[in-house]
């Protein structure tokens, strides 16, 4: 198998993109695909200050690396769940990561900030686990993106996460949230832009390309995603891009082209939560701060 750009042995075959490429050209594209995004959908410049969500995993570390070398400012943000072992073994390859490159990291720990761990948490509050990890995370990586004086919030988010997103959107028809899936949300008030420059690429070229340039990623998953509908998603939409190559990206590339036709939900006027001052569409405590009181208080809701 020969390099579809210098004919030298290729490592990795991409059906969806009819490419077969050698290490140094998979960083190539991997890197060039990032760019292309960020100046795409007008993510962020030089000049601004980007937050990049740091889960331990290949998708985030890769992302941030690729940032630091394209001359972009970028700092990291890892959130300790406390969720047993595998945030002892996250923060670490995270901590590592960033010494390793000398770049800032932040470590907000979910037990000092909301006096629960996520396995406490879900304890006491009513609700799945992933849904209130997705809240106290959502929360939490804005509030550091505005108050660090951050202009950019960026996640790992890549093709298989966004096309399996989409899938799930899709089969509920569910307006309001396919209105709001897109590569680049802007900010609002303390709430600070959110960007995904990762959506073009697969998986399997993220992972190609920590190989190849030596990143140090967590391989296990969350325990808590065992399961998790999202998986389910990803499981079906890889039985179909094995027969049919290009499935994913196209899917979410059309999507992309025919999402202003839904609807976006009508907005909601936000206000400061009288405890933290952060954005709420509730009349009163944010929900963040409404886990705190509960949490506080110790008793199930
Ligand atoms: P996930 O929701 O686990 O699929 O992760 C999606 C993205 O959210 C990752 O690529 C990261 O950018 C971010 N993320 C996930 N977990 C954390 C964490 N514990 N701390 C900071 N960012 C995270
Ligand atoms: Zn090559
Ligand atoms: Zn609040």
Redesign the pocket.
Known sequence: MRCSVCGRAAVIKLRHANLRLCPEHLVTRVEKEVAGAIRRFRMFSPEERVL??????K??LA?WHILAKLGYQADG?????GIEEY?TR?RQVSEDFARGQGLTLHVLSLKEELGATLDELTRLARGKTCSLC?TV?RYL?NRAAWEGGYQAL????NLD?EAATLLGNVLRWDEGYLTRQYPVLPGEGKLVRKVKPLVFLSEREMAAYCLITGIRYLYED?PH?EGAR?IVFKGVLNQLEDRYPATKISFLRQFLKVRNRFRPPEPVVLQDCPSCGMPTAADGLCRFCRLKERVSHGTPA
Do not use: E, N
């Open positions: 990049v969500a740091i889960s331990g995993g998708d985030s992302l943000l890892y959130i300790d769940l945030s996250s997705g995370k990586m960026a996640t790992g988010h996460d969350c995603a999202s």
